[in-house]
């Protein structure tokens, strides 16, 4: 079982604006293998935001005001999006803040400069990551790493979806020290689908099962 994250006014704009576009897919008789391993009933595509330009721009202000109120870009030297899909992110979220942007890869690109992060960063830059989502935040740690090793300083990352299902995802970025932030979770997810209407009973009810408990759902399902 995993602590669940408590719904917010953003969470729920977020989670309406993601099934809106159809970026949301509840599959619970076909379970998704993600990257990390888990089995889920459910998917979510963040890339599907960049082709809808209201929708971006409403997430993108939620995004900066939220992360305002946390930790302020006046403690910010620098914006950093992770190969692929955080970049445009990062991107909006640097030109909204007025912030130098960067890139970082999940590897050196291995010839010319063999160059992991893209960009100009002065060491000792306060950088915050930006990815388009978590499962369970191994990712991050492997772009946290790559930036800490070239002397930025990196103490918060922010995702617009968090699954917030898996077990000791915060945690493991906690030791790091690492602070995620977040606009929504798959918690979001389900009260705006289920209030909405935007799916049958069925695949409700199969989503709901797990998040009950996403550990063995995911074992009995063919994951970790």
Same mark, same amino acid.
């Given at each position: 079982?995993?602590?669940?994250?408590?719904?917010?006014?953003?969470?729920?704009?977020?989670?309406?604006?993601?099934?809106? +576009?159809?970026?949301?897919?509840?599959? $619970?008789?076909?379970?998704?293998?993600?990257? /990390?391993?888990?089995?889920? $009933?459910?998917?979510?595509?963040?890339?599907?935001?960049? /082709?809808?330009?209201?929708?971006?721009?409403?997430?993108?202000?939620?995004?900066?005001?939220?992360?305002?109120?946390?930790?302020?870009?006046?403690?910010?030297?620098?914006?950093?999006?992770?190969?692929?899909?955080? +970049?445009?992110?990062?991107?909006? +979220?640097?030109?909204?803040?007025?912030?130098?942007?960067?890139?970082?890869?999940?590897?050196?690109?291995?010839?010319?400069?063999?160059?992991?992060?893209?960009?100009?960063?002065?060491?000792?830059?306060?950088?915050?990551? +930006?990815?388009?989502?978590?499962?369970?935040?191994?990712?991050?740690?492997?772009?946290?790493?790559?930036?800490?090793?070239?002397? =930025?300083?990196?103490?918060?990352?922010?995702?617009?979806?968090?699954?917030?299902?898996?077990?000791?995802?915060?945690?493991?970025?906690?030791?790091?020290?690492?602070?995620?932030?977040?606009? =929504?979770?798959?918690?979001?997810?389900?009260?705006?689908?289920?209030?909405?209407?935007?799916?049958?009973?069925?695949?409700?009810?199969?989503?709901?099962?797990?998040?009950?408990?996403? =550990?063995?759902?995911?074992?009995?399902?063919?994951?970790?």
């Amino acid at each position: 079982m995993t602590n669940i994250p408590e719904t917010t006014a953003n969470g729920l704009e977020t989670a309406k604006i993601l099934l809106d +576009i159809k970026a949301v897919n509840f599959r $619970p008789e076909e379970p998704y293998i993600l990257t /990390s391993g888990w089995a889920s $009933p459910v998917y979510i595509d963040c890339r599907k935001v960049i /082709s809808f330009t209201d929708e971006r721009r409403r997430i993108m202000n939620m995004a900066v005001a939220q992360l305002d109120d946390a930790i302020g870009f006046s403690n910010i030297d620098q914006v950093a999006g992770g190969e692929t899909a955080g +970049i445009p992110y990062a991107a909006w +979220i640097a030109e909204l803040t007025s912030k130098p942007m960067l890139y970082v890869r999940k590897k050196p690109k291995g010839f010319g400069r063999n160059a992991q992060i893209e960009g100009h960063m002065p060491q000792g830059s306060r950088v915050i990551l +930006i990815e388009d989502l978590a499962t369970d935040g191994g990712s991050k740690l492997t772009f946290v790493d790559a930036l800490r090793k070239a002397e =930025a300083k990196v103490t918060d990352t922010f995702v617009v979806f968090f699954y917030g299902v898996f077990s000791g995802a915060l945690e493991d970025l906690q030791k790091e020290g690492i602070a995620l932030h977040y606009l =929504a979770t798959w918690h979001d997810v389900l009260k705006v689908a289920e209030d909405g209407g935007y799916f049958p009973a069925e695949a409700i009810e199969g989503v709901r099962a797990f998040l009950a408990d996403p =550990a063995a759902w995911s074992k009995q399902h063919g994951g970790k």
